[in-house]
């Protein structure tokens, strides 16, 4: 079964703190994102990858980085957590058809 | 002008009724298009994929209008269970990769 999994589901931090969210797939896809909702203005794509250690901008990149050194891989930083990066943040492979989503990380910026 | 769009929700529907979603994208050289469903506090999960020659899936008929640059999602028979929310999805390849864009959604409730 395909399998999209994400470090946590829940996580609080402080404002100014670097932020690391993993996110780890076991289906050999060559694309992943990252991807953030909000209500009211669904979900918006931050970066993807659609390869080892390639990235490119999503509609939303600032106040965040990636790292892409494995195929399996793919780590969203938030490199000075502010609150307005309140959000949840969702990972997704695809290979060349629909996206497959990990379960979410709700983080709080405090 | 948002690169995908779909209907403004949400949509309260009698069980039973037959409901439909429409989503229009701006990019014509988009080349893959999709429904995905999301529960609420639940990731999205994919619901179907859309193709040019319309393609069932039980209750469920997707259409792609590539002339028009929209693609629907119909629901016949409405279940309880088929409240959620609907987001159609289009790939436009960038680069090597696909990148997808997602609609922002419509919410459908069917009551009892």
């Known amino acids: 079964d395909v399998k999209v999994t994400q470090s946590s589901r829940y996580l609080v931090k402080r404002t100014g703190e670097k932020v690391f969210l993993e996110c780890v797939q076991d289906m050999d896809h060559e694309n992943m994102f990252w991807y953030r909702q909000d209500p009211g203005l669904g979900l918006r794509l931050i970066y993807f990858s659609y390869d080892v250690k390639m990235k490119e901008k999503g509609d939303i990149p600032e106040g965040y980085s990636v790292s892409r050194e494995k195929k399996e891989r793919f780590s969203l930083i938030l490199e000075s957590a502010s609150t307005n990066q309140t959000s949840m943040y969702l990972c997704?492979?695809?290979?060349?058809?629909?996206?497959?989503f990990g379960q979410g990380t709700r983080l709080t910026v405090v | 002008r948002k690169e995908v769009e779909q209907d403004p929700g949400p949509f309260n529907v009698p069980e039973g009724a037959t409901v439909a979603f429409n989503c229009t994208y701006s990019n014509s050289a988009s080349q893959s298009f999709f429904w995905y469903r999301q529960d609420c506090r639940k990731e999205p999960k994919l619901l179907m994929s859309v193709y040019s020659s319309g393609n069932e899936d039980g209750r469920f008929t997707a259409q792609l209008n590539r002339a028009s640059q929209y693609i629907s999602l119909l629901i016949r028979d409405s279940k309880l269970s088929d409240s959620a929310t609907y987001l159609c999805?289009?790939?436009?390849?960038?680069?090597?990769?696909?990148?997808?864009?997602f609609g922002q959604g419509t919410e459908l409730s069917v009551k009892p």
């Open positions: 997704a492979s695809s290979l060349w058809g629909g996206a497959f």
């Open positions: 999805v289009v790939t436009s390849f960038y680069n090597q990769g696909g990148k997808l864009i």
